[in-house]
């Protein structure tokens, strides 16, 4: 479900570094999953998205990874650059028929040069 | 091409006044709309979502409430503010069958209840 109450936890690479931020989804009849990236006083932008029939999808430098047995999404960001140093966000697709939208708790990434 | 237009950008209220933040959104119809609050340093919480004029989904009971008075109109109101209700609230639309596309964001309105 949603953890809006808790502070988001962080991780910190290298430049040049690959990461992997994860995200746990709670409900299995969710389809469609997308990432966002949030930057500070913006709203979150659209980085990928996947539907359930796949387990993974590439983008620009960005893979996601969807393990429905374990209920478990992952964004790897090859080639970590400072730009990407923002919250992520995962969301799921939820409700009766799939029209609301629920956010994850967000991964603070923090890139040093 | 769709646009999504979120206004005020920032809003500083007394504890007890009303409230109406006000989104819309250009170059598309019967978009499901959305409202989520923001706190500092925390994540989205869903506040509202909309699937057509009239239809309003709540998620959270709380002091606020929606409506959707037209197609594109989004709009999130209070009668009397709580401190409790500071915060960074976004608004979103999406289309496609039954949600399967990506939401779009509005900037955002940060809210300050003092």
């Not at chain 1, 290298?14 to 913006?42: M, V």
């Not at chain 1, 709203?43 to 993974?56: C, E, L, V, W, Y």
């Not at chain 2, 340093?41 to 959707?68: H, K, M, T």
């Not at chain 2, 008075?69 to 999406?94: E, N, T, V």
């Amino acid at each position: 479900g949603e953890s809006v109450g808790l502070h988001l936890p962080t991780l910190s690479v290298q430049e040049g570094d690959n990461s992997i931020i994860n995200c746990a989804y709670s409900n299995s009849a969710s389809d469609y999953f997308i990432w966002y990236k949030q930057e500070s006083g913006k709203g979150p932008q659209f980085i990928i998205d996947i539907r359930s029939n796949m387990d993974k999808r590439q983008g620009q430098r960005v893979t996601v990874l969807l393990n429905k047995t374990v209920k478990h999404l992952s964004l790897q960001i090859a080639a970590t650059q400072p730009g990407d140093s923002a919250v992520y966000f995962c969301a799921e697709n939820k409700g009766p028929n799939n029209n609301d939208m629920r956010f994850g708790a967000g991964t603070r990434l923090t890139v040093k040069p | 091409s769709q646009t999504i237009h979120q206004w005020p950008a920032t809003l500083v209220q007394p504890v007890g006044s009303p409230l109406s933040l006000e989104c819309t959104v250009e170059g598309t119809s019967n978009p499901n709309l959305y409202w989520y609050r923001q706190a500092a340093g925390r994540g989205l919480q869903l506040l509202f979502y909309s699937v057509g004029i009239g239809q309003i989904s709540s998620e959270v009971p709380q002091n606020l409430s929606a409506s959707r008075p037209q197609d594109r109109q989004f709009i999130l109101s209070s009668k009397k503010l709580l401190l409790s209700d500071s915060g960074f609230y976004l608004c979103a639309w999406r289309g496609g069958y039954r949600g399967r596309t990506e939401a779009f964001f509005g900037q955002g309105t940060r809210l300050t209840v003092v």
